[in-house]
């Protein structure tokens, strides 16, 4: 798959330990994703957070809330985002978890795969 010039991000936040399907949400957005065939997928953790609920999430001892955030972006066509979204909505739904799930323009300059060194 090629993607150049205007596309979406699609960005997705949810809790580290949401689960859908006996394994962790952003995995099962993972592999989601990459049925979907989507361009490419990046799954970061954050440090801290809050959201809809109000409660800080961070690794200090004394917290409201142990679970940190993760934070799932895609990059791809405007109409694969948008449809992918419905997806992991219905994921996000299905695990019961919250979080966002948000979309941004986006502008690819490169996409291109590894070159492979033939010597050796």
Do not use: C, W
């Not at 979309?103 to 795969?113: N, P």
């Amino acid at each position: 798959m090629i993607i150049e010039g205007e596309a979406k991000k699609l960005k997705i936040i949810i809790g580290e330990d949401d689960r859908v399907y006996q394994r962790p949400l952003f995995e099962a957005i993972v592999f989601a994703a990459k049925k979907y065939k989507m361009a490419g997928v990046t799954v970061t953790k954050g440090l801290i957070s809050y959201g809809a609920n109000s409660l800080i999430n961070d690794s200090k001892v004394f917290s409201l809330s142990q679970e940190t955030p993760i934070i799932i972006e895609l990059v791809d066509r405007e109409e694969r985002i948008n449809s992918f979204a419905e997806i992991a909505a219905k994921l996000l739904e299905k695990a019961n978890a919250g979080g966002i799930i948000f979309s941004e323009s986006a502008e690819v300059l490169i996409y291109q795969h590894a070159k492979q060194d033939n010597n050796g």
